[in-house]
């Protein structure tokens, strides 16, 4: 059973930052890509960044600049390092990843982790 699992959410001032990270378990061959989604209040999921096994890395435009996302392949971990963290980045953020299993691809999502921005 494959698992992601994120940790390191939490409640910060605006200006200030926070580490998140998503490790994957489980019996799988590869993590082919790994993203960072997020879901503020009333409002649709959205891509934040995404990594590859390369390391090839996207952004969204409103978080260029001030999230940086990377992993590890050796601990299967993907970090989203945020900084400079601002009101409208408040959202549940859900780690998501394409996982090859004897050749074929799955998708897995995480459960979830709340980040909230506030004075």
């Known amino acids: 059973q494959v698992q992601l699992v994120e940790s390191g959410g939490g409640l910060v001032q605006p200006g200030g930052s926070l580490r998140l990270s998503c490790a994957a378990s489980?019996?799988?061959?590869?993590?082919?890509?790994m993203n960072w989604f997020r879901q503020g209040p009333e409002k649709q999921r959205d891509v934040v960044a995404s990594?590859?096994?390369?390391?090839?890395?996207n952004y969204a435009d409103s978080v260029k600049g001030r999230f940086t996302i990377s992993r590890d392949n050796a601990k299967n971990t993907m970090y989203l390092q945020m900084d400079r963290l601002k009101p409208e980045d408040t959202a549940v953020y859900y780690c998501f990843a394409m996982i090859g299993i004897k050749g074929v691809p799955y998708p897995y999502w995480g459960q979830g982790t709340q980040v909230t921005v506030s004075s």
């Open positions: 489980g019996k799988f061959d590869n993590i082919i890509v």
């Open positions: 990594i590859t096994s390369s390391g090839e890395t």
